[in-house]
Antibody, heavy 117, light 109 residues
Framework: QVQLVQSGGEVKKPGASVKVSCKASGFTFTSFGISWVRQAPGQGLEWMGW????????NYAQNLQGRVTMTTDTSTSTAHMELRSLRSDDTAVYYCAKPGRGYYEIWGQGTLVTVSS | EIVMTQSPATLSVSPGESATLSCRTS??????LAWYQQKPGQAPRLLIY???TRAAGIPGRFSGSGSGTEFTLTISSLQSEDFAVYYCQQYNDWPLMCSFGQGTKLEIK
């Protein structure tokens, strides 16, 4: 069964960092990579970036450059997304997604990250 | 950066009728466009890719059309489970970047 299973919700204070994980199963982890997409409460979808587990190449959304790092562990078929210097407007559900050739066939269940003092 | 514009923001339609949702891009994306359905508390679900190809398991009442900068998602004979938010996504420059529209909420009239 093709699936992505994400880590549980997190509550962080402003200025802190958060790391969300996404474990893949049922498909070749190194094919097409993993993307991260977030959704603030009541808002639309925002593409955050993409990583290739094959060679570690990454592409990040311009507005997150310098604050986000995406990594993978091919031994466990797990992708990680770390976001630093958290602000209140980073409060969102964070999704990992498996791309086909640019479109997203499989999505994780989502991880709610709440940033609050 | 390619800007996506979906219209209308909200569409009210009665069950059994058809719904037409639009997505416009600020520059040509060829046919590199997908549509997703999202229900409250759930992850998005891929409906259409390459502008007009239905994803696996998607009913035939969902159809996509268009190319370049103008795209349409048509849902015929609306069922109760079709009322949701719909997003378009362009992936013309993937994996460098991609972007989503702001969504159209399809509600029961």
């Amino acid at each position: 069964q093709v699936q992505l299973v994400q880590s549980g919700g997190e509550v962080k204070k402003p200025g802190a960092s958060v790391k969300v994980s996404c474990k893949a199963s049922g498909f070749t982890f190194t094919s097409f990579g993993i993307s991260w997409v977030r959704q603030a409460p009541g808002q639309g979808l925002e593409w955050m970036g993409w990583i290739s587990p094959y060679n570690g190449n990454t592409n990040y959304a311009q507005n997150l450059q310098g604050r986000v790092t995406m990594t993978t562990d091919t031994s466990t078929s797990t992708a990680h997304m770390e976001l630093r210097s958290l602000r209140s407007d980073d409060t969102a559900v964070y999704y990992c997604a498996k791309p086909g050739r640019g479109y997203y066939e499989i999505w994780g269940q989502g991880t709610l990250v709440t940033v609050s003092s | 950066e390619i800007v996506m514009t979906q219209s209308p923001a909200t569409l009210s339609v009665s069950p059994g009728e058809s719904a037409t949702l639009s997505c416009r891009t600020s520059q040509s994306v060829s046919n590199n466009l997908a549509w997703y359905q999202q229900k409250p508390g759930q992850a998005p679900r891929l409906l259409i890719y390459h502008a007009s190809t239905r994803a696996a398991g998607i009913p035939g009442r969902f159809s996509g059309s268009g190319s370049g900068t103008e795209f349409t998602l048509t849902i015929s004979s609306l069922q109760s489970e079709d009322f949701a938010v719909y997003y378009c996504q362009q992936y013309n420059d993937w994996p460098l970047m991609c972007s989503f529209g702001q969504g159209t909420k399809l509600e029961i009239k």
